[in-house]
């Protein structure tokens, strides 16, 4: 059931859970998710960068996609469709495309310019049904090209980007994305408790979830981040599945195999068990199983 990821975010937000938002890059990713989701009867934020939409073939793709896959696999949980980290133009064409929520990264624009082109988008999405996410203070590591140094954001100027009334806020708190260095020094709790009494209680958003210790990602929810990014972790145990099985010689068209393991059907099954799996492990940890009871 694709819905915008407004209310089920403010219901974690009171309920002291978070919504997983799990990165899909292709067809076996976002069909793993979305059935893992169903499974355990949780909401569930399918996120697409502007580069794994690309790769799929554009964002109208992704959108036929997960709502072709939606209906057809009888999906029941509330599913958002979310552009994760866009850029201005990313963003309006989203919209256009049929997602059901965006983000504007606008953290690398001066701050007076952020406000501006925030405040465009929202007005944009919540025209059009769509729930809307903003960023300030960089999140650390590179996504599609952009690098941030893992700031902490500034309470203030949270505070003037939820007040424009977008729906959720993501937050540099020393997270960063990707695999995180040995000498990490952890999240910044004093400064998510500034920033959470700044907001008057908006749901937060924590990028970089992949490598976070649990103990910290259950202290976060508890301070109020309502939804958790998850892409690297999908990734690397996709890829280790996948390595696995082609290092065994299942895949080897050479080699006595009748069983035809070379089959992309065959070949790309550990990786998407794998991502079940981990996608399972999360929503357990955040808490979100069972919660989509809650929003039917």
């Known amino acids: 059931m694709l819905v915008n990821a ?3 975010l403010r219901k974690a937000h009171e309920g002291h859970y978070a ?3 799990f990165n899909i890059n292709n067809l076996e990713w976002t069909k793993a998710i979305l059935l893992t989701a169903e499974e355990l009867k ?28 939606d209906e057809c696999l009888g999906i029941t949980v509330p599913v958002a469709l979310h552009l994760d980290h866009g850029t201005y133009e990313g963003a309006k064409a989203c919209v256009a495309a049929g997602f059901t929520s965006i983000m504007f990264d606008g953290s690398h624009y001066p701050f007076e310019e952020n406000v501006a082109k925030t405040t465009e988008l929202i007005n944009l999405a919540h025209d059009h049904g769509l729930s809307i996410e903003a960023e300030v203070g960089s999140i650390g590591g590179t996504e599609d090209g952009v690098t941030g140094n893992g700031e902490i954001a500034d309470p203030e100027e949270c505070a003037k980007i939820a007040a424009l009334g977008v729906d959720f806020l993501a937050a540099g708190i020393g997270n960063i994305h990707g695999i995180y260095p040995a000498n990490w020094n952890g999240l910044h709790f004093d400064a998510l408790e500034k920033i959470q009494k700044a907001t008057g209680g908006i749901p937060l958003v924590l990028h970089g979830g992949t490598g976070i210790p649990d103990d910290q990602i259950k202290h976060a929810i508890k301070d109020g981040m309502s939804k958790i990014n998850v892409n690297t972790d999908c990734q690397l145990v996709f890829a280790e599945a996948t390595i696995k099985y082609c290092a065994e010689g299942k895949a080897d068209p050479t080699a006595e195999n009748k069983a035809k393991g070379y089959d992309p059907r065959k070949l790309l099954k550990p990786g998407f068990l794998a991502i079940q799996a981990k996608v399972k492990e999360k929503m357990e940890l955040f808490g979100s199983v069972g919660k989509a009871a809650d929003l039917l």
Request: aromatic share 6%; glycine share 14%; charged share 15%.
């Open 6 to 8: 407004t209310r089920m």
């Open 19 to 21: 919504v997983g938002q």
């Open 42 to 69: 949780s909401p569930v934020i399918l996120g697409v960068s502007e580069g794994a939409a690309k790769y799929m073939g554009g964002f109208k793709v992704v959108a036929a996609m997960v709502k072709a896959l």
